[in-house]
């Protein structure tokens, strides 16, 4: 039974060894995915958390100051003030009314600062049902479904 | 045309579902008529979804926006290559794609052991149609592809579609999703053979032999699949690395890791006889990663906010990976008996150990890779906080796994079976032991501090000794006895055993690309707002922008720098980085401008247009030894593909077997 107890032994190491990388430090790299209105429940916890927050850049709300890009996330009419102080330049996609998706953490102040953004626009032709003229209908993509 | 192609595939589906029951029952009522017929449906659901991805194809190079699909994954002013490319560009797309492909492999099986393994087949048909018709189910009911654009129930084309997302608008892309696929897909064959085998108590390891090949090729696929998405990553991203532990990367790098333990333990189960469960669960356990990686890369559950629970496929996706699952481990569970090990484990310091070994470092860095990736998921289950880990995590703790995988390529491949001497472990590792302990010292004092790096380069010098000490004792033997030179003598060494030497290359590239990334301990990087005239200088690069233009063409309007750059007032050529941003799909891309040497590559991308619209951001890198990244891929695949070529003298593996004792000689009567 002895090389059985150094199969194990070794084993044993090994296992360990992978469990202690994979806790150690874990919490510094972890990063929380939440919607604006989500943010807000997490009231005081949210501080000096590592924050990923997603939302709609509020119209008009995009100013330079300095260095900083400030702007307002907005869903279900909750606002989150950010100011982005990455030195990444922007992306083209970054525009009013876009969906953006903020990485950085809420400072106590109450306004979010970011080290990136992400953003993304709504594409051609996924008209949303809010921007069709009176009288014209949703394409509808299933209804044309043959069979 | 529309109506063809949803009725060809209605029908696939009727007809896998055919040939599921017809393979089964025939198998088990002994009707050999209903098991052939099971078979030869196969072949005609191979016909249909061919017919339907034929429509489907010739509907995305005509450009008929009146399918939703081609809508919104082609437009008019895409080459045709990426429209082609558009049939695996979207969900829809790519599970028809998906179908395709099992079709294709489904049938080349059926054909090629049409007179082979009669009582294991109708089995093996049964898994790889219930599989189709798991995929037909969705091409059918969940992600049709042939659905129309319609307003008030009249067909409707659009004027112009989205076009193919142009970060896929490369063309190392365009081939990287059908690798990964033939990847993904190919596992389907040696899973169905290994099922087969257990649900019909095959003596021995027949489905190891017949699927081997299958598991290369299959294998061979995923390896290029993942070198060429490293590749793309790094040449359009735009942001300088090739792997970020982004889910969907690692989507394609999980059966490709589970894969490879099952490459290294099937010689177990063929030279030894061990092992016989561990393999059903690892080919089980790469099929089912391969299945989950086309989930994660189709649903899109993990990088979005909150999608789980929206995801459409998501729901058929979890249905069928837990019923699969469920079902194999029965299976396993039942017939434990039969797979009972034929030898034992003798010494730490032996062959197999160093497979064990090689296994479990493998299948923890897999469980790691997947822990992270659904880590979002389990933690919103857990505790209602949607939580992702950062690459620093990965890093963290892949670093070290890798490297002392990379330490077990060198030294199990000389291991001996059973247990190993002193006297040979010296033998093998001397010279390669000292020589790498002279480059570290030799490292450390020109004033290289990273001790991961230091590590890395030491272990990839030592393993690259190995192997070529290796190949040369064997061409050396050679060439002395028939009066070859060595080139020669190492060229008949390796169609002599085609597997082992084509292994060894095998490491030697993983050597190489370990060589590659560890030049990421020493990158450089500049970032800095520039006009025309002005210089800024990264490593022992000055760079000058000579030209600043922009410009616009029907699919993307542009900026691009045109950057001069000298090293020690040395012209070294210019680099033109460039910004796209499509129009159809409003969507910016990098065309970055890389100067790439074996020693360092110079990386320019252009950042974007500076807030005051007058200046651009150029971010300039230097990334040492990248190349070797791309040079190990391809020294890989070489020995992937020599790996395949049956070798010159035919082996056969004797087992070593303990049979029985004798207490006393036998004597013999006279």
């Not at chain 2, 002013?77 to 695996?88: D, E, H, Q, R, V």
């Not at chain 2, 290289?448 to 000490?469: D, E, K, N, Q, W």
Request: some cysteine; overall charge positive.
């Amino acid at each position: 039974m002895k090389k059985y107890g150094k199969f194990a032994a070794l084993i044993a190491i090994v296992v360990g060894t992978v469990l202690w990388l994979a806790t150690s430090g874990a919490t510094e790299s972890q990063s929380y995915y939440k919607t604006v209105p989500e943010l807000q429940k997490m009231g005081g916890e949210a501080y000096g958390k590592h924050i990923r927050v997603g939302g709609d850049v509020e119209a008009g709300s995009i100013q330079r100051v300095g260095k900083e890009v400030q702007f307002v996330l907005v869903q279900d009419t909750t606002k989150l003030r950010v100011a982005y102080t990455g030195t990444d330049p922007l992306p083209d996609t970054f525009k009013d009314g876009a969906q953006a998706l903020a990485d950085g953490k809420l400072e106590r102040d109450g306004i979010f600062r970011a080290k990136t953004i992400q953003a993304k626009c709504a594409s051609k032709y996924e008209a949303k049902p809010g921007d069709l003229k009176p009288g014209q209908t949703a394409p509808n993509i299933n209804s044309g479904k043959s069979i | 045309m529309e109506n063809l192609g949803a009725l060809a595939i209605l029908l696939a589906f009727c007809v896998a579902l055919y040939a599921t029951f017809a393979s089964v029952i025939g198998r088990l009522k002994a009707k050999p008529f209903l098991v052939v017929s099971g078979e030869r449906a196969v072949y005609s659901v191979w016909a249909l979804v061919t017919l339907a991805s034929g429509i489907l194809v010739y509907s995305l190079i005509t450009s008929d926006f009146r399918f939703a699909y081609v809508a919104e994954h082609s437009n008019r002013t895409m080459p045709m290559l990426y429209k082609y490319a558009a049939w695996w560009g979207g969900q829809e797309g790519s599970l028809l794609f998906w179908s395709f492909l099992l079709s294709t492999y489904a049938s080349v099986v059926v054909f090629t052991n049409r007179r082979k393994h009669r009582d294991m087949m109708p089995w093996v048909v049964g898994v790889i149609t219930t599989i189709q018709t798991f995929f037909l189910v969705l091409n059918n009911f969940v992600a049709n592809p042939f659905q129309m654009l319609a307003t008030d129930k009249l067909i409707v084309a659009v004027p112009d579609g989205n076009g193919l997302s142009p970060l896929l608008q490369y063309p190392a892309m365009a081939i990287h999703p059908p690798m990964l696929y033939l990847g993904y897909v190919g596992f389907s064959i040696p899973f169905a053979f290994a099922i087969g085998s257990l649900i019909t108590k095959q003596p021995g390891d027949g489905w190891i032999h017949t699927t081997r090949r299958w598991t290369l090729v299959t294998w061979l696929f995923q390896s290029t699949g993942v070198m060429l998405g490293m590749a793309w990553a790094y040449h359009v991203l735009g942001w300088g690395g090739y792997w970020g532990w982004d889910p969907v990367e690692n989507a394609s790098v999980l059966p490709w890791i589970s894969g490879t333990a099952f490459l290294h333990s099937v010689m177990m189960q063929e030279k030894k006889g061990m092992m016989k469960v561990w393999n059903i669960v690892l080919v089980s356990t790469t099929f089912f990663l391969c299945i989950l990686g086309t989930f994660l890369t189709r649903s899109g559950v993990v990088q979005s906010v909150h999608a789980f629970a929206r995801s459409e496929v998501g729901k058929y996706f979890v249905s069928f990976l837990a019923l699969g699952i469920a079902a194999t481990l029965y299976l396993i569970l039942d017939r434990l008996e039969y797979l009972k090990s034929e030898a034992e484990l003798e010494s730490v310091i032996s062959r197999e150990s160093s497979f064990l070994f090689n296994n479990l470092i493998l299948l923890a860095s897999c469980f790691a890779v997947l822990w992270g990736t659904l880590f979002p998921v389990i933690s919103e289950a857990a505790t209602g906080n949607k939580i992702s880990l950062d690459a620093d995590w990965y890093n963290r703790l892949m670093v070290p796994i890798g490297l002392f995988l990379l330490l077990l390529t060198g030294v199990g491949p000389l291991f001996a079976w059973r247990r190993t001497s002193v006297e040979s472990l010296r033998r093998n590792f001397q010279y390669p032991g000292i020589a790498s302990l002279v480059l570290v010292g030799a490292l450390a004092a020109a004033g290289v501090r990273h001790p991961y790096a230091l590590i890395s380069l030491g272990f990839c010098l030592f393993v690259a000794l190995t192997v070529i000490m290796e190949f040369y004792k064997g061409a050396k033997a050679i060439a002395a006895k028939n009066n070859f030179n060595l080139l020669h003598a190492t060229a008949e060494l390796t169609q002599r055993n085609t597997r082992r030497y084509g292994g060894y290359l095998v490491h030697m590239g993983i050597v190489l690309m370990f060589v590659g990334f560890t030049g990421h301990a020493f990158n450089q990087a500049e970032v800095k707002e520039l006009n025309k005239g002005d210089t800024m200088q990264v490593g022992v690069y000055t760079l000058r922008m000579t030209d600043l233009q922009q410009g616009e063409n029907e699919n993307y309007a542009w900026h691009r720098a045109t950057m001069d750059v000298t090293k020690n007032g040395e012209p070294l050529g210019t680099l033109e980085p460039e910004k796209r941003f499509y129009k159809a799909s409003r969507q910016g891309t990098s065309e970055v401008g890389i100067r790439q040497r074996p020693n360092e590559d110079l990386y320019l991308n252009f950042g974007g247009m500076s807030d005051d619209n007058q200046r651009a951001v150029i971010q300039a890198y230097v990334f040492p030894l990248v190349m070797w990244i791309w040079i190990g891929g391809l020294v890989l695949i070489g020995g992937t593909l020599i790996c395949l070529v049956p070798s010159k003298v035919k082996m056969q593996y004797a087992r070593t077997e303990v049979v029985g004792y004798t207490t006393q000689h036998a004597t013999v009567k006279k």
